[in-house]
């Protein structure tokens, strides 16, 4: 094995790694792979340099690397010898099945049934008209957004205290909601979260155990459903009237009720002040548990907002959860959760179990942004922009797609919800304006109870005028 050695190993002299990282490498992979078996004696290193033409240094730097791993042995005037129990020579493996020839890995249920999920909607290219969900990147103040960020990046090494959510941040939000969405709360009640989903997900894992009920709407945003059966719960889907929720619609009792009462996703519809107090009630005699998601509360077109739940309800029974990313752009990944003051200790524990932690640095720069208004400049200038697109896009599709389409027109947001004729088939219409290039979802893909209930769900903050028209044309062509 002496003489043959040599010819396993091949070494690049003029390659872009050094000698001794090639020949510690090739030697490693020849014992794993068995070629080179347990209990072998390999050269010494002088023979070993001698038979490859390298320096004796680099022999010696490679084999005592490989004693370093456990891969050999080394003992005194003897040569080193193959370890015991290293191979991993994938003769001797079960069969190997699946994608990229790896062996099968048992995963979780919950795991499973992933690849069956048609949630998140996933675009891997660059956004589009009419894709929902997205701010207007290209409005937003990039200038004073970096002055932000690089002070806060500047005074890392001055900060003392390194709690998980930033105090600053915590007052300054805590001024912006109390004022323009009637939050009732201490400052330290705001915990930040990478995303609302994290948000969602830190909820559910704190507040429901396998086998509670877990009610949420329908249509509705399907990342709740996602959160609460991760967590083990049985997931009711309650259909909406006019108003939102139809609570009396179910006879089990929930422990946990999600809703969007701002701009009801996907609808837009604004839930009314007596469907907001009979959801209230309903909790409270029930011991329910909501999750009122303000995800674009922010933007509201026709009159001053109701009033947030959380500011509402006469016990902390409501944890508010809210985003930047839409209000600001989709790369600023914060968003957040003003939970009950009793769980304050509880939730920032469970938030370090889950490791739903975000960057210090980002949020320093954000309590900036707020605290010097450009946070609320920013808002009332897209509020502006984005009415004006919201009816350029009720226009459009009325001229492009007269009666084929009945469009609801949102008192806020950044989407709306156009239905389709009865028995359309909504997700091969979806995928057809995709094939032309225009972004949209379908409704039915928000739908968890039966109903004949069809239509397109389209975003319009991020686009311009010339964008809309071009995209609504595609769309009234394609819908005719």
């Given at each position: 094995m002496d003489d043959l050695l040599p010819g396993m190993l091949h070494l690049v002299r003029d390659g872009g790694e050094t000698l001794t990282r090639q020949l510690t490498d090739q030697l490693r992979g020849l014992i794993t792979k068995g070629r080179l078996a347990p209990g072998q004696r390999l050269p010494s290193s002088r023979e070993l340099a001698q038979s490859l033409g390298l320096s004796r240094n680099t022999a010696s730097f490679a084999i005592e690397q490989l004693a370093a791993e456990g891969y050999v042995t080394l003992s005194a005037g003897r040569r080193p010898v193959v370890a015991e129990g290293l191979s991993l020579d994938r003769s001797k493996s079960p069969p190997?099945?699946?994608?990229?020839?790896?062996?099968?890995?048992?995963?979780?249920?919950?795991?499973?049934?992933?690849?069956?999920?048609?949630?998140?909607?996933?675009?891997?290219?660059?956004?589009?008209?009419?894709?929902?969900?997205?701010?207007?990147?290209?409005?937003?103040?990039?200038?004073?957004?970096?002055?932000?960020?690089?002070?806060?990046?500047?005074?890392a090494p001055l900060r003392r205290d390194r709690p998980i959510n930033h105090p600053p941040l915590q007052e300054a939000l805590l001024r912006h909601l109390v004022v323009h969405r009637g939050i009732k709360a201490v400052a330290n009640q705001i915990l930040f979260v990478p995303t609302a989903q994290a948000g969602l997900a830190l909820v559910a894992n704190a507040l429901l155990e396998p086998g509670d009920h877990a009610w949420v709407e329908s249509p509705g945003y399907?990342?709740?459903?996602?959160?609460?059966?991760?967590?083990?719960?049985?997931?009711?889907?309650?259909?909406?009237?006019?108003?939102?929720?139809?609570?009396?619609?179910?006879?089990?009792?929930?422990?946990?009720?999600?809703?969007?009462?701002?701009?009801?996703?996907?609808?837009?519809?604004?839930?009314?002040?007596?469907?907001?107090?009979?959801?209230?009630?309903?909790?409270?005699?029930?011991?329910?548990?909501?999750?009122?998601?303000?995800?674009?509360?922010?933007?509201?077109?026709?009159?001053?907002?109701?009033?947030?739940?959380?500011?509402?309800?006469?016990?902390?029974?409501?944890?508010?959860?809210?985003?930047?990313?839409?209000?600001?752009?989709?790369?600023?990944?914060?968003?957040?959760?003003?939970?009950?003051?009793?769980l304050i200790d509880l939730f920032e524990l469970a938030q370090r179990h889950m490791g739903i932690l975000t960057s210090i640095t980002i949020q320093d720069a954000l309590a900036e942004f707020i605290s010097a208004g450009a946070y609320l400049g920013h808002v009332r200038r897209m509020t502006r922009l984005y009415r004006g697109r919201r009816d350029r896009m009720l226009q459009a599709l009325a001229t492009e797609a007269g009666n084929r389409l009945a469009v609801e027109t949102p008192a806020g947001g950044m989407q709306l919800l156009a239905r389709c004729r009865p028995r359309t088939n909504d997700q091969q219409l979806s995928a057809r304006l995709l094939e032309a290039g225009v972004v949209s979802r379908a409704l039915t893909r928000m739908l968890y109870h039966k109903t004949e209930e069809r239509g397109l769900f389209l975003g319009f903050a991020a686009w311009n005028d010339k964008e809309i028209d071009q995209a609504a044309r595609i769309l009234g062509r394609i819908v005719r």
């Amino acid at each position: 094995m002496d003489d043959l050695l040599p010819g396993m190993l091949h070494l690049v002299r003029d390659g872009g790694e050094t000698l001794t990282r090639q020949l510690t490498d090739q030697l490693r992979g020849l014992i794993t792979k068995g070629r080179l078996a347990p209990g072998q004696r390999l050269p010494s290193s002088r023979e070993l340099a001698q038979s490859l033409g390298l320096s004796r240094n680099t022999a010696s730097f490679a084999i005592e690397q490989l004693a370093a791993e456990g891969y050999v042995t080394l003992s005194a005037g003897r040569r080193p010898v193959v370890a015991e129990g290293l191979s991993l020579d994938r003769s001797k493996s079960p069969p190997r099945s699946g994608r990229g020839g790896g062996a099968r890995i048992r995963v979780s249920a919950w795991a499973s049934s992933l690849q069956r999920s048609v949630w998140p909607p996933i675009h891997k290219e660059r956004p589009r008209p009419f894709q929902p969900g997205l701010a207007d990147e290209r409005e937003f103040p990039h200038d004073e957004w970096s002055r932000c960020l690089r002070r806060a990046a500047r005074n890392a090494p001055l900060r003392r205290d390194r709690p998980i959510n930033h105090p600053p941040l915590q007052e300054a939000l805590l001024r912006h909601l109390v004022v323009h969405r009637g939050i009732k709360a201490v400052a330290n009640q705001i915990l930040f979260v990478p995303t609302a989903q994290a948000g969602l997900a830190l909820v559910a894992n704190a507040l429901l155990e396998p086998g509670d009920h877990a009610w949420v709407e329908s249509p509705g945003y399907a990342g709740a459903n996602v959160a609460f059966e991760a967590a083990g719960a049985i997931v009711s889907a309650v259909p909406l009237d006019s108003q939102g929720m139809v609570i009396s619609s179910h006879k089990e009792t929930p422990r946990l009720i999600f809703v969007t009462p701002s701009h009801q996703y996907p609808t837009g519809r604004l839930m009314p002040i007596g469907r907001r107090l009979e959801l209230l009630r309903f909790a409270e005699a029930t011991g329910a548990c909501i999750i009122e998601d303000d995800y674009d509360g922010e933007f509201h077109y026709e009159a001053r907002p109701v009033a947030a739940l959380q500011g509402l309800a006469p016990s902390p029974r409501v944890f508010y959860l809210g985003t930047f990313s839409k209000a600001t752009y989709a790369d600023i990944r914060i968003g957040y959760v003003v939970v009950p003051e009793a769980l304050i200790d509880l939730f920032e524990l469970a938030q370090r179990h889950m490791g739903i932690l975000t960057s210090i640095t980002i949020q320093d720069a954000l309590a900036e942004f707020i605290s010097a208004g450009a946070y609320l400049g920013h808002v009332r200038r897209m509020t502006r922009l984005y009415r004006g697109r919201r009816d350029r896009m009720l226009q459009a599709l009325a001229t492009e797609a007269g009666n084929r389409l009945a469009v609801e027109t949102p008192a806020g947001g950044m989407q709306l919800l156009a239905r389709c004729r009865p028995r359309t088939n909504d997700q091969q219409l979806s995928a057809r304006l995709l094939e032309a290039g225009v972004v949209s979802r379908a409704l039915t893909r928000m739908l968890y109870h039966k109903t004949e209930e069809r239509g397109l769900f389209l975003g319009f903050a991020a686009w311009n005028d010339k964008e809309i028209d071009q995209a609504a044309r595609i769309l009234g062509r394609i819908v005719r």
